[in-house]
């Protein structure tokens, strides 16, 4: 802190200003207090800038940026008058006494311990996920915009943040030629002047932890001219040397040269937060905390001195304290503060988004979830088991649209947020449901309509429910076992269709499925708000189209598959399906807001996801139903019966889904590992069970099977979800969830064909387990974010 000067305000606004804490290129920072007595940061504009109305737009705009992004480990804006006419603009923001990261390391201690730099990665990438959930872009993170106080990081200074609606066609320098940036913390498409996405602050957060752990520049930013430094961020690898060998794989991950190659600060949350709590600073950064948080208290206003004559120093350059009696500087600015108490007495509370919804509630959420996903599950039953394979109007009336529009409902989930794309997804399930109900005893076309709605209306239901799983859950422990319980109820559905539809008739299965729908929408009201991903981009209507024909044409190919493999009908719809699709993910890789981004497909591991549940949605999905209809044929069961028999089996799935896999994966087992045994195991259940009924077996005898086989399930499908949805898919967690849930519905179709078009027991089905397991085996990744070990 410096005094103040002749030239300095006493007052601005309703604040007394006390000292100085530093000079930027474009306005003063000064230590204020309100006549309560609560310490405050109040940067004021200078004022040649303030009579450019260009820059008065400008700093309002930064105002607001910092308004939007409030919150833990951010700054959070106190007051402000951006529009003053007599007075120049004036911003006051929460203050917490503490140096810079750039003071800490450059000067006063040198690089952090491993315990603190991982720390210190878990803050700031939960200050970007605000930043970015509020829909903007930092873009100056740097050692100098990290504030370090007792409890943890600050993320300040907003100046060049920019709204993420705004950077279409938007240059990132400025009218002048300047970058926007700074040397040593910028990002390969900061240099090269292309558009920015938050991946960009992702990369910055990289080079800050380079510089935290190892007390260099990236790419060795003062060694060089500016020219030679910004070719080697866009071109050359960084010299990681020094940094600790567990945060090694984190590390180089964020500084990958192409963003979408970059983690999400949601994944490096959930990497590096196993060291949540406790002291995170070496003991010597404690106590020169503690003592510079005393000084403040008992500072007194010293008298004001002369201007200074040498001009200020730049936002860029390293704050230097003058040479006061304080026993040690600070550098100071605007940051959160709850009070005036020292900064040891100040305990840390989770993330505002994290607290927002208690555990109890998540629960009654999730339960919400499930009986939303079992809604479409009975509504998705159309056909007593006998049937299997024959092709009806009423199944391919919803199977086709619910197949179709699945990736169209993630994309609505994404850009209107998980909760409101239920509610309207639900409201639409319950009223197609009804008029189904109504319409069995007036006219069978209208029952065919109101199947199409349901399918439609079905498909929103069940991307946001799964997006809901994905987001709703921020411990990484409790997401899983969502997770375990979403793929019970999923693959268990089986059994509550067969439980409704054997003894009811159509018009009382759909006024079920209305009644489930209501019941369900009505406790929406527990879910959290989710914020959506509002990128301001137009609706992509030709991938829509391309999509939904091309997976539409293929699911109606499989249902007529009955009529023969070789007919050209199947032929012709299968390849033009295939055709379709081909040309489907061609425009995603050049669409602006794509409704499955190319970066989904390019991960191998989720790729290797997908693949993988294609092929156990063919094998496992169709597994229940033909293992229905085997024992209503073999063993003489009704539908009812069936139903009940199958109950033991979805217990093991549970078992296997909610127990077995989320213990494994919180010791640090690979899901690679889970997914591969799941299906190693369930093909060999399926493989006695079939033995079993070939010989003659009763029910008592299969049934130790049966568990086998479930388990397996569950011990596979978990994870597969899991894997695919949870890897740090910021704002396009509908369109991951979207793309899951077709594998597994194009692959489920699929192994139905081939239970008409093959006929007798399922040793396909073995098969395609086998090779599903194989696939996973050679393409999903050994590490995960969910192998948190918590």
Not at 210 to 238: I, K, M, Q, S, W
Request: charged share 15%; net charge neutral; aromatic share 6%.
């Amino acid at each position: 802190m410096d005094p103040l000067t002749s030239e300095d305000p006493t007052h601005v606004g309703p604040y007394r200003l006390i000292a100085r804490l530093g000079a930027g290129g474009m306005g003063l920072v000064y230590l204020g207090r309100s006549d309560v007595g609560r310490t405050v940061a109040v940067k004021v504009v200078q004022s040649e800038y303030a009579a450019q109305p260009e820059f008065r737009r400008r700093f309002a705009r930064e105002v607001a940026a910092a308004r939007r992004v409030g919150g833990s480990w951010t700054a959070d804006v106190l007051d402000a008058d951006t529009d003053a006419e007599v007075a120049v603009p004036w911003v006051a923001t929460q203050y917490i006494a503490g140096p810079d990261l750039t003071t800490v390391v450059a000067r006063d201690f040198g690089p952090l311990p491993e315990h603190s730099v991982r720390v210190l990665a878990n803050r700031l990438a939960l200050a970007l996920r605000v930043v970015h959930e509020a829909g903007l872009i930092h873009r100056d993170l740097k050692p100098s915009n990290v504030l370090v106080t007792v409890d943890g990081p600050r993320v300040i200074d907003f100046g060049i943040a920019r709204a993420m609606d705004s950077l279409a066609g938007d240059s990132l320098h400025t009218r002048t030629g300047m970058l926007i940036g700074s040397p040593g913390f910028m990002s390969p498409e900061q240099v090269r002047g292309l558009e920015l996405t938050p991946a960009s602050d992702v990369f910055c957060l990289g080079a800050v932890l380079v510089y935290a752990a190892t007390g260099r520049l990236l790419f060795g930013a003062t060694d060089t001219g500016l020219n030679a430094h910004l070719f080697r961020v866009a071109e050359e690898e960084p010299d990681l040397t020094g940094v600790p060998e567990s945060l090694l794989d984190l590390v180089r991950a964020c500084l990958e040269k192409d963003p979408a190659a970059r983690p999400t600060p949601e994944r490096i949350a959930d990497l590096t937060g196993a060291d949540e709590g406790g002291v995170w600073l070496p003991g010597e950064v404690l106590v020169q905390l503690g003592r510079h948080a005393a000084q403040l208290l008992d500072y007194v206003p010293a008298a004001r001195a002369e201007a200074p004559a040498a001009p200020p120093v730049t936002e860029t350059a390293p704050r230097t304290p003058a040479a006061a009696p304080a026993p040690a500087p600070a550098v100071a600015a605007p940051v959160e503060a709850p009070t005036r108490a020292p900064a040891a007495a100040y305990t840390p509370t989770a993330p505002a988004h994290e607290v927002a919804v208690p555990a109890p509630r998540r629960l009654r959420g999730l339960a919400v979830i499930v009986l939303a996903q079992l809604a479409v599950l009975v509504g998705a039953a159309t056909q007593d088991p006998y049937d299997l394979g024959r092709e009806s109007p009423h199944l391919y009336a919803f199977a086709v649209p619910f197949s179709a529009l699945l990736l169209l409902g993630g994309h609505i989930a994404d850009r209107v947020g998980g909760r409101r794309a239920l509610v309207v997804g639900l409201s639409g399930l319950a009223a197609s449901s009804a008029l189904g109900s109504a319409a069995v005893a007036v006219a069978d076309v209208w029952l065919i309509v109101a199947r199409v709605l349901q399918g439609g209306f079905g498909a929103l239901v069940t991307a946001a429910a799964l997006t809901l799983v994905a987001t709703a859950f921020p411990e990484p422990g409790e997401r899983i076992r969502a997770f375990g319980v979403y793929a019970t109820a999923g693959i268990g559905g089986t059994a509550l269709e067969l439980l409704v539809n054997g003894p009811l008739g159509w018009g009382p299965v759909l006024g079920v499925v209305a009644i489930l729908a209501l019941i369900a929408l009505a406790g929406t009201r527990v879910l959290p708000q989710d914020r959506p991903d509002r990128t301001g981009s137009r609706f992509d209507l030709p991938g829509v189209l391309l999509g939904a024909l091309g997976i539409a044409l293929v699911v109606y190919g499989s249902i007529k598959v009955p009529l023969g493999w070789d007919s050209p009908l199947v032929l012709g719809l299968l390849a033009g399906g295939v055709v379709l699709l081909a040309a489907f993910l061609w425009r995603q890789s050049a669409a602006s807001n794509p409704l499955l981004p190319p970066y989904v497909l390019k991960d191998r591991g989720r790729l290797g996801g997908l693949l993988t549940m294609f092929l156990a949605g063919a094998g496992g999905l169709a597994l229940m139903p033909t293992l229905a209809a085997i024992m209503m044929w073999n063993l003489g069961y009704s539908a009812t019966t069936a139903g009940l028999a199958m109950l033991p089996m979805v217990a093991a799935i549970a078992v296997g889904a909610t127990q077995v896999a989320p213990r494994l994966l919180n010791r640090a087992v690979a899901p690679r590992v889970l997914i591969v045994a799941g299906l190693v195991v369930t093909p060999l259940g399926v493989a006695l069970t079939i033995v079993g009924i070939n010989s003659g077996g009763g029910y008592p005898a299969l049934l130790p099977f049966m568990l086998l086989a479930g388990l397996g399930v569950g011990l596979a499908f978990m994870p597969i979800l899991a894997t695919v949805v949870a890897a740090g898919l910021g704002g396009h967690s509908g369109a991951a969830s979207a793309a899951v849930v077709t594998a597994q519905t194009v692959g489920a179709g699929f192994g139905a064909a081939m239970v008409g078009g093959l006929g007798g027991p399922p040793w396909w089905a073995v098969v395609l387990l086998l090779l599903a397991g194989l696939t996973a085996g050679l393409m999903m990744n050994a590490k995960s974010p969910l192998s948190t070990g918590r």
